[in-house]
């Protein structure tokens, strides 16, 4: 069961200050928790890092977005322009790859959550996934049913993992070219 769809921009600043209490707490005391938020967001489109958020291809395409009723939102995690909303399960993993030993590299952590999402598509709902050179879980050539985009810092990762769950979000897709594909 779903609950009402919230803003990214708000669930963007709880990352920012569970990572920051996080980061206090191992410093003080050298053990803090892991924590996963589970959601779904309003309509949204994100922008990597490495998008030139000033460029005026950028900005007109923002401006675009905004006009079929999505909000806009320049992020920090890897990755290129995607899309969350209604008919997604997003996670976001809050951990401290530090724990592992030696640490969880972010490339190691990347794979660990495809797998984790694959797993599940194929226990819980037998659906499977095939081989892919991009990041993602796809379910051919042309169908990706989830994404993965993250950040560290300090060995904290914020943002996460989008999964689809239902057809809705395929409308908001055909908008952009997500994820650079």
Partial sequence: HFSLPLPYTRTLALQEQLHQIQLAQRRASG???????LLQHRPVYTAGRRQLLTSPE????????RGIGADF??????GQTTYHGPGQIVGYPLLDLG???PPLGIRSYIC???HVLQAHLTEAHGIEHIPSDHTGVFLDAHTKVASIGVQVRHRF???GFAMNVTREPLAWFDQVVA???
């Fill in 179 to 181: 994820c650079g594909l």
């Fill in 99 to 101: 724990r592992w030993s």
């Fill in 112 to 114: 660990k959550m495809q």
């Fill in 58 to 65: 950028v900005q007109a395409e923002a401006n675009r977005l």
């Fill in 31 to 37: 053990t803090q928790r892991d924590i996963l938020l």
């Fill in 73 to 78: 939102v320049a992020t920090q995690r890897g």
């Fill in 157 to 159: 990762t914020t943002h």
